[in-house]
């Protein structure tokens, strides 16, 4: 008790300061507001970057949850802490560099996601496995099983990822890095051409809409974007094929952002929800957080006794709930569809059952399943999307000990666009489970009544939004000193692109603060200017809703619903 009325106290002296101090002898004040990845980047890279070109900066990182790491995060089976479990983004690859190299630096453990489970990986349309592998590997037996089911197909699609992901990393070298427009620079490196048409248009273009394309990129897409291919633009379906040298941190990957912070020496508050950002009159800006007052005690708004010269706000803004000054943003904010994605663990001691997918009694089920749609289905956007299926995936995340009966329970992780119910998961495992998922009364009662499910959890998120087919992307500066990084998600999301966009941020604002003017190449000096968009941003809207009812073949009304 003594606690928290002596913390309750600090921060009520702390909060209650009348006046709102300005940055002295030459130190740059810089707000990040959200503790992501790319919030975490853009800290970490501020703080690099600023090192290098000798600038004094202080950084002050804002995160409204009691953790870092954002959309990145663990879950405890059986609340057993040496027990973790990815809830959010699971995998980074090898090409994700900002990742790697922070991996390294830290000296973090690096484990191979799909290493513990082992088995049969197999593509479920609803009805029947279409293709089945030895493994989550993609070894040789498996290629030729590949090549004898699509012919040329998995080579030429390996190919095309590859030089459309070379493309893309030209974002992070001079120079095309770093880029003050999103949009120009996926015009000059002519990366509008392949999101300005869905996935089923890109490989049909490059002669690959066939049955690799419906059953593997298809699976691919669903259950890294929740999309059929026809409702996701084409270099998302070329990022979704892209997991070469899968590898996850033991522990979480949150530990790479935790790090990242940490070394960049950030004031850090968390449980501090930005709720205001306003211009002074000295034309630097005040920051208002939600600050909890003590246990239990509500929070109260106040202004950050801190002036910032620059703010980087490092969350997707239409679910941030922070008001601003008017015309604080020059440049409005593109509000963007979210996907809406279940994410449900849970333990039990039973396997799949045969039956669920139609199988054969004693079949071997594969123990990752990804799924696509049924060869007669039309594909549909959003929750509809998942088609007979009803999910995305559900794989075997490992096999744990349980603590009440110490015999060995299967972790599985399921990926839907609906929650998922007891009479889902008492097909899945052929055998009954209760409407309360668990029994715990019966568990306290008896060591040896068996439970269906042993442990339950579930999440809803918004993870990313929904990749449609587009030619512009929300720039990263919306006026002068204030920033933004999200509007990267509608053109690639990822934990690296989130990385990317933070580190590119950074870069900016040191470059302002050391007065560095970096004159474009020859390269890209040459490159043709991109075309004068009409000002109006409804105007901009409605050419690029146009375009894409037009690439859909449907009545623009079905596509503004969407």
């Known amino acids: 008790m003594a606690y928290y009325l002596f913390r309750s106290l600090a921060l009520l002296l702390f909060w209650a300061a009348p006046a709102v101090v300005e940055s002295t002898n030459n130190v740059k004040q810089i707000a990040v507001i959200g503790a992501g990845a790319a919030g975490s980047s853009a800290a970490y890279h501020l703080r690099r970057f600023a090192n290098e070109s000798n600038i004094i900066i202080n950084v002050t990182v804002f995160e409204k949850t009691s953790r870092i790491g954002g959309r990145t995060l663990t879950v405890n089976v059986y609340d057993d802490p040496i027990e973790p479990i990815e809830l959010g983004a699971s995998i980074f690859v090898d090409v994700n560099y900002i990742l790697s190299n922070a991996t390294r630096d830290f ?180 920051i208002t957080t939600a600050q909890e007052l003590g246990h239990g005690e509500p929070k109260e708004a106040k202004p950050y006794p801190v002036a910032f010269d620059d703010v980087i706000i490092a969350t997707p803004f239409q679910f941030a709930n922070i008001s601003t000054d008017k015309n604080l943003i020059q440049h409005p904010i593109d509000v963007i569809p979210y996907a809406t994605l279940h994410v449900t663990l849970f333990a039990s001691p039973y396997k799949f059952s045969p039956a669920f997918f139609n199988l054969p009694p004693a079949s071997d089920v594969p123990v990752s399943i990804l799924t696509t749609l049924g060869a007669d289905e039309e594909a549909q956007p959003g929750k509809s999307g998942a088609g007979k299926a009803g999910f995305y995936s559900v794989t075997l995340q490992r096999i744990v000990m349980n603590p009440r009966t110490h015999n060995p329970e299967y972790v599985y992780k399921i990926f839907s666009p609906e929650a998922v119910t007891p009479d889902f998961l008492s097909g899945l495992l052929g055998v009954e489970v209760p409407e309360s998922f668990t029994r715990e009364e019966d568990s306290a009662a008896d060591d040896s009544v068996v439970n269906p499910v042993s442990w339950f959890h579930t999440t809803l998120f918004h993870p990313y939004p929904q990749k449609y087919p587009r030619v512009t992307f929300q720039d990263p500066i919306l006026g002068d000193g204030l920033y933004y990084t999200s509007g990267i998600e509608s053109f690639i999301s990822t934990m690296e692109t989130s990385a990317l966009m933070g580190m590119n941020v950074a870069r900016l604002i040191i470059d302002d603060y050391a007065g560095v003017t970096r004159v474009e190449d020859e390269e890209v000096a040459s490159m043709p200017a991109m075309p004068k968009y009409v000002d109006d941003e409804q105007d901009v809207l409605a050419q690029q809703q146009q375009k894409t009812a037009e690439q859909y073949g449907r009545p623009i009304e079905d596509i503004n619903e969407l």
Request: aromatic share 12%; glycine share 10%; no cysteine.
């Open 107 to 286: 000296k973090l453990t690096v484990v191979d996601p799909g290493a513990e489970e082992g088995g049969l990986l197999g593509i479920w349309d609803g009805e029947s496995f279409v293709y089945t592998q030895d493994s989550n590997s993609w070894d040789w037996v498996n290629l030729v099983r590949l090549f004898w089911k699509y012919g040329t197909a998995p080579y030429y699609t390996h190919k095309l990822v590859q030089g459309t992901v070379a493309t893309f990393l030209k974002l992070y070298k001079e120079p095309f890095f770093p880029f003050r427009s999103l949009s120009t620079r996926a015009f000059q490196l002519d990366l509008v051409k392949i999101t300005g048409m869905t996935g089923r248009q890109f490989l049909a273009a490059n002669n690959l809409d066939g049955p690799f394309s419906h059953d593997i990129v298809q699976a691919s897409t669903r259950v890294n974007y929740a999309s059929n291919l026809e409702f996701i633009h084409g270099l998302g379906a070329m990022v979704a094929m892209a997991p070469e040298g899968a590898k996850a941190i033991e522990g979480g990957n949150w530990q790479i952002f935790a790090n990242m912070v940490k070394a960049s020496g950030a004031d850090v508050h968390l449980n501090s929800p930005v709720t205001g950002i306003s211009l002074n009159a000295d034309q630097k800006y005040t």
